[in-house]
């Protein structure tokens, strides 16, 4: 192939890649202009906590949202096993700003719903978020799955599913994943193992672990106003 022919063939291939990210921002923004509408709520659930060291039973959860960041989970009765940070399970937190770049990245299936893989990377290199991978359910306008890595607090993984409020793009269920050797334990917790498990040190039992934090809401109150005091 000539020189001339070679060069114009790889530039098209870079207007197409161009046109195609640009095609992935704009799902991006359709997604994000549906979670625009809320701009505060106020959520009942109940929350389960499976993290292989740590005994933690079924409690009720408040959860409060307020834009364009501001987060709270309240669990009665107990300490919200959460990796600290400003990581919490909310979708509204997640794409909170216009400034990144939208790459495409595939297909996937998630819950038996087709999505559009797409890969953000944020144009600021001093945010936290290093990579946040979105499976877009494209019919919905709804993100399914995210998986996001950060610089202080590792990768962690969100999974949603909807019902009754999937309008205003606010899940019935979140299933937050993240690796506990990320994770310090609030004050308070004990370990535990097995009868037949050697005891090991904090450090080795949070080695290589997986932390489950399961919420189902049973009711949303959007649009009502929370008071700042509410997140302090």
Known sequence: MKPSRLIGFALSIVVASGCFS????????????????????????????????????????????????????????????????????????LITTSDFIALAAGESVVGGVKTKMVKLLPANENNDIVLTTLYIDEANLVVRKAITTTRENG????????????????????????????????????LEFDDNEKPLTDAEKLKNKKGRVEITYTSYSINKGIPDTVFK
């Open 22 to 93: 640009q095609d992935m921002t704009s799902l991006v923004m359709k997604v994000k202009a549906k979670l625009d509408q809320v701009n505060d709520y106020e959520a009942e659930g109940k929350m389960k906590t499976d993290v292989a060291f740590i005994k933690a039973p079924i409690g009720k959860v408040k959860v409060y949202f307020k834009k364009p960041n501001r987060f709270r989970l309240k669990k009665d009765g107990g300490i919200s096993l959460l990796p600290k940070g400003g990581v919490s399970v909310n979708m509204n937190t």
């Open 155 to 190: 990768t962690y993984e969100m999974e949603m599913s909807y019902g009754a409020y999937i309008q205003y793009g606010l899940p019935e269920k979140v299933i937050f994943s993240f690796n506990t050797k990320d994770y310090k334990l609030p004050k308070g917790i004990t």
